[in-house]
């Protein structure tokens, strides 16, 4: 074989050979580092800052990097770290064609949860807990001043109060703000609530033994912090009780504050009412004690002197059955 023929032959095979590289490398998966991506976190996958085209593109996006940055932080790849872990994934570098930048900058997404974002959450949260008509009462929240950076998602927050808390008055509550679920930050917030409700006041003064009427009352609204469960609400729980003792004008009247009214006096003779089935006698007798409407009170007959006993009506007859 002459010398021209070995060199055609020699350019045959070069020929064959860069055709057949050609053939591999189109048919090999390809992969662009990007210069800047965002990532969600919390891990950085191939996929989030390269482009992947080819057979095996899914998998390799699916390859785990290495852990986000914190929430707003950023960490930085070069292309000789991303190639080690492809190959340690068990792909050769014949396998894939790697281009676009040198270095990647995965910035990890977040969120700002603002002081206002976090005072009305809790604002809202003591609405939905708190005993008290929330048109009743003022909320006043002092959330956390310092800026409060969270991942990127659905965030929430789960309050709770001091176990001993009970919505009036001043409060802390802790906060676990969430982030699609996964709880990321606590915080402290205190609050003020400040709770009204109606109440009776005595409009005038009132003397101890005085049957009470409804000109002797008004209503007013007034904080709830001092205020005691005794104190009536409806005017018309006091109306022909007896206060027991001289109620102020301006003074919250409560419940112990008052008594019945005494109907039936001992010695006094009553109308008394028998009522057996359809029969009914009406008659008078003595009463042995002092009684209210509802009580129960010992009696003599005037003529017989036989004792019986009844209860006290509204009107002041003994009623038997």
Same mark, same amino acid.
């Given at each position: 074989?002459?010398?021209?023929?070995t060199?055609?032959?020699?350019?045959?095979?070069?020929?064959?050979?860069?055709?057949?590289?050609?053939a591999?490398?189109a048919?090999?998966?390809?992969?662009?580092?990007?210069?800047?991506?965002?990532?969600k976190?919390?891990?950085?996958?191939? *996929?989030?800052?390269?482009?992947?085209?080819?057979?095996? !593109?899914?998998?390799? @996006?699916a390859?785990? =990097?290495?852990? +986000? &940055?914190?929430?707003?932080?950023?960490?930085?790849?070069?292309?000789?770290?991303?190639?080690?872990?492809i190959?340690?994934?068990?792909?050769?570098?014949?396998?894939?064609?790697?281009?676009?930048?040198?270095?990647?900058?995965?910035?990890?997404?977040?969120?700002?949860?603002?002081?206002?974002?976090?005072?009305?959450?809790?604002?809202?949260?003591i609405?939905?807990?708190?005993?008290?008509d929330?048109?009743?009462?003022?909320?006043?929240?002092?959330?956390?001043?310092?800026?409060?950076?969270?991942?990127?998602?659905?965030?929430?927050?789960?309050w709770?109060?001091?176990?001993?808390?009970?919505?009036?008055?001043?409060?802390?509550?802790?906060?676990e703000?969430?982030?699609? *679920?996964?709880?990321?930050?606590?915080?402290?917030?205190? !609050?003020?609530?400040? @709770?009204?409700?109606? =109440?009776?006041? +005595? &409009?005038?003064?009132?003397?101890?033994?005085?049957?009470?009427?409804?000109?002797d009352?008004?209503?007013?609204?007034?904080?709830?912090?001092?205020?005691s469960?005794?104190?009536?609400?409806?005017?018309?729980?006091?109306?022909?009780?007896?206060?027991?003792?001289?109620?102020?004008?301006?003074?919250?009247?409560?419940?112990?504050?008052?008594?019945?009214?005494?109907?039936?006096?001992?010695?006094?003779?009553?109308?008394?009412?028998?009522?057996?089935?359809t029969l009914?006698?009406?008659?008078?007798?003595?009463?042995?004690?002092?009684?209210?409407?509802g009580?129960?009170?010992?009696?003599?007959?005037?003529?017989?002197?036989?004792?019986?006993?009844?209860?006290?009506r509204?009107?002041?007859?003994v009623?038997?059955?």
């Amino acid at each position: 074989m002459g010398k021209g023929a070995t060199d055609r032959t020699r350019r045959f095979l070069m020929a064959s050979m860069l055709l057949g590289l050609a053939a591999a490398l189109a048919e090999a998966d390809t992969l662009t580092i990007k210069r800047e991506a965002f990532v969600k976190g919390p891990k950085v996958f191939l *996929g989030d800052i390269a482009s992947i085209t080819g057979e095996h !593109a899914e998998p390799l @996006a699916a390859l785990e =990097v290495a852990p +986000a &940055a914190s929430p707003g932080g950023f960490k930085n790849f070069d292309a000789a770290y991303l190639m080690s872990r492809i190959q340690n994934a068990g792909y050769t570098p014949e396998e894939l064609k790697v281009s676009g930048a040198p270095s990647v900058k995965a910035t990890t997404m977040h969120l700002e949860v603002t002081q206002d974002m976090v005072a009305e959450d809790l604002r809202r949260f003591i609405e939905t807990q708190m005993p008290w008509d929330a048109a009743q009462a003022q909320i006043d929240v002092t959330a956390p001043s310092q800026e409060i950076v969270v991942a990127d998602g659905a965030v929430s927050i789960n309050w709770r109060p001091s176990p001993e808390y009970k919505f009036v008055g001043p409060g802390a509550f802790r906060g676990e703000i969430a982030v699609d *679920g996964r709880v990321q930050k606590t915080i402290l917030c205190k !609050a003020n609530v400040e @709770a009204y409700s109606s =109440v009776v006041i +005595a &409009a005038t003064d009132i003397p101890r033994g005085k049957v009470i009427s409804r000109n002797d009352l008004t209503v007013e609204k007034r904080s709830m912090l001092n205020l005691s469960d005794r104190a009536v609400k409806d005017p018309a729980e006091l109306i022909g009780q007896v206060a027991r003792s001289t109620i102020f004008p301006g003074q919250i009247i409560e419940k112990r504050d008052v008594a019945a009214q005494i109907l039936v006096r001992r010695n006094q003779m009553v109308n008394v009412d028998v009522q057996s089935g359809t029969l009914h006698i009406r008659s008078t007798a003595r009463a042995l004690n002092d009684a209210r409407e509802g009580d129960i009170v010992g009696c003599q007959n005037p003529g017989t002197k036989d004792q019986f006993q009844g209860v006290v009506r509204r009107d002041g007859a003994v009623v038997v059955e």
